[in-house]
């Protein structure tokens, strides 16, 4: 690796901080937000166990949108940490 | 549910063909490549053209062109086999088609849009399923090297998917805004559809006005999020594994399992969001 | 050249049209045929039901009108039995009479045979009995003998005469 100026070394280490920072704040959200989900879909199976297939895909498909966040936290993750 | 999977003796010499060029390739690859060498960029080329429009995705277009090819084919023959008592692979389509038809019906309350919604909705939907499982399956691709240089990826990397490119969310998700907002002057007159703005009360039209823009934003970084997202992770992570065979376990997980249920969920959105406009 | 991942340029011209281009493809050659077939199966079933229908009440009437027949035809071939048994029985009462009156007519005649019999057989008897009692006395008469012998003799002619008859 070429040598750094201070400047660039700091921009370095923001990225890295930054990135990890964005990654890791964004996780908690979506974390939150699909247990919920997991938690409600298991108390309506555990109510009503014939109605397992319906609940188990509405249950992916809501985890799938609440976890839309923590992607976009991802993505600016990496075009911090990449570009 | 049980689900079995049969393979054909063709299949069976394919499959086993792949995986024996994926594990020499594996082999070859093995320790070759560093990791943040072009990761996160891609290739591009320049045309004549102003402006932002100069600028192209030739992976994102050879790929496109490769799924229209691929879709287009199972169409020809889903036609050119049609029975009235189907086959297994015909009833397969109509099952997804019918649940698509179905899933369109409930939601798209006019009865005459239900089957523009339709083609719209299962397009999307199958073209990035396909897409998405493409993002799946190790390949070969073109990337950057971080110089700048372009360079082979030999299944060291997918193949590339569509919906990972930026380009194709956001040209469908706009797409969906307009053709919602299409159907609904259609349905409702022009007058009657920008009251839906300002109701209940004018002062709400801003509100109303960023709501709509920030459907298409959601709609499109969903995917493209999972889909670009999923691709640098497994990159990652296959870097980590020196591109052995674990990696097609993280592919299959990331596009397989993710890919389905963002395919669906695109799709289910589009529905929902044209569905909204058309509600009286 | 290079650029980011996270772009917007003229590709996505080019993605909407494949997009339409697509959607064209798809329609002709999947959504439309897929949706006729659908239809036609619909139509299909719909008639088919129709038609078992059709042949259900058809059967039912059938059944019925079936039913009927059967009845009336029972009722007749009951009527006919009665008869039957009717004329049987007064044939049967006829011929019993006539039988009775016949074996009465021959047991009749018997009778009187017998009788007939029985009277020229006493009538030759006493005619016998009047010329064996002439010859006995006439022996007694002729023959001397004594006592005993007398007895004896008259004995055994009676016994003849017995015997005899």
């Known amino acids: 690796m070429a040598e750094l100026s201070m400047a660039q070394a700091v921009v370095h280490a923001a990225k890295y901080i930054g990135a990890g920072l964005a990654m890791g704040l964004g996780a908690i959200g979506p974390a939150i937000g699909e247990g919920h989900i997991g938690q409600g879909a298991m108390e309506s199976m555990a109510r009503q166990p014939e109605m397992v297939g319906t609940l188990t895909t509405r249950m992916l498909l809501s985890q ?3 976890e839309s966040t923590g992607l976009y936290s991802l993505l600016i993750a990496f075009m911090i940490l990449l570009i | 549910m049980k689900m079995s999977v049969n393979f054909s003796k063709s299949e069976k010499i394919f499959l086993g063909v792949f995986f024996v060029a994926y594990a020499i390739v594996a082999f070859w690859n093995f320790g070759k490549v560093e990791f943040p060498s072009g990761v996160g960029h891609i290739w591009q080329i320049k045309i004549p053209l102003p402006s932002i429009f100069g600028t192209l995705n030739p992976m994102t277009i050879i790929m496109t062109a490769l799924l229209l090819a691929i879709l287009i084919y199972i169409a020809v023959d889903f036609k050119k086999h049609l029975r009235k008592i189907p086959s297994r692979k015909q009833s397969a389509i109509e099952m ?3 649940f698509m038809y179905d899933l369109v019906k409930d939601v798209v309350p006019a009865e005459e849009f239900v089957k523009p919604v339709f083609y719209i909705a299962t397009t999307l939907f199958l073209f990035i399923l ?3 499982l493409l993002g799946g399956i190790p390949g070969i691709g073109i990337g950057v090297s971080s110089g700048g240089a372009l360079k082979l990826n030999l299944f060291t990397d997918t193949w590339h998917s569509p919906t990972g490119d930026l380009n194709t969310n956001v040209t469908y998700a706009v797409m969906v805004l307009f053709i919602s907002h299409i159907f609904a002057i259609k349905l409702k007159g022009l007058k009657e559809w920008a009251k839906t703005f300002i109701s209940p009360n004018p002062i709400m039209l801003p509100m109303n006005i960023i709501g709509e823009f920030a459907k298409p934003i959601s709609h499109s970084l969903r995917l493209f999020g999972n889909i670009a997202g999923g691709g640098i992770m497994v990159l990652m992570l296959s870097y980590l594994v020196k591109y052995t065979f ?3 376990i993280l592919w299959g997980f990331f596009g397989f399992f993710v890919g389905t249920i963002q395919a669906f969920v695109f799709s289910m959105l589009a529905i929902a969001y044209i569905g909204v406009q058309l509600e009286q | 050249m290079a650029g980011s991942f996270v772009n917007f340029n003229g590709t996505s011209i080019l993605q909407l049209m494949s997009f339409f281009i697509l959607m064209y493809f798809l329609i002709k050659f ?3 045929p897929f949706l006729n077939i659908i239809d036609k199966r619909t139509e299909e079933i719909k008639g088919e039901y129709e038609k078992a229908d059709k042949a259900h009440k058809e059967a039912e009437e059938l059944r019925k009108k079936a039913k009927i027949e059967l009845e009336k035809l029972n009722e ?4 006919m039995y009665e008869e039957a048994k009717s004329r049987v029985s007064e044939y049967e009462k006829k011929e019993k009479a006539r039988v009775q009156f016949e074996v009465e007519a021959i047991m009749k005649r018997a ?5 007939e019999e029985r ?8 005619a016998n009995v009047i010329t064996l009692a002439v010859a006995l006395a006439s022996r007694i008469i002729q023959k001397d003998i004594d006592e005993k012998s007398k007895r004896e003799f008259l004995m055994d002619q009676l016994s003849k005469v017995r015997d005899g008859r």
């Open chain 1, 64 to 66: 799938a949108v609440a």
């Open chain 2, 96 to 98: 997804v088609l019918s």
């Open chain 2, 130 to 132: 396909f897409s998405n």
């Open chain 2, 246 to 248: 674990v990696p097609v």
């Open chain 3, 30 to 32: 999947l959504y439309r």
């Open chain 3, 76 to 79: 007749r071939i009951n009527q």
């Open chain 3, 111 to 115: 009778r009187n045979e017998i009788e």
């Open chain 3, 119 to 126: 009277t020229r057989a006493e009538e030759t008897l006493r």
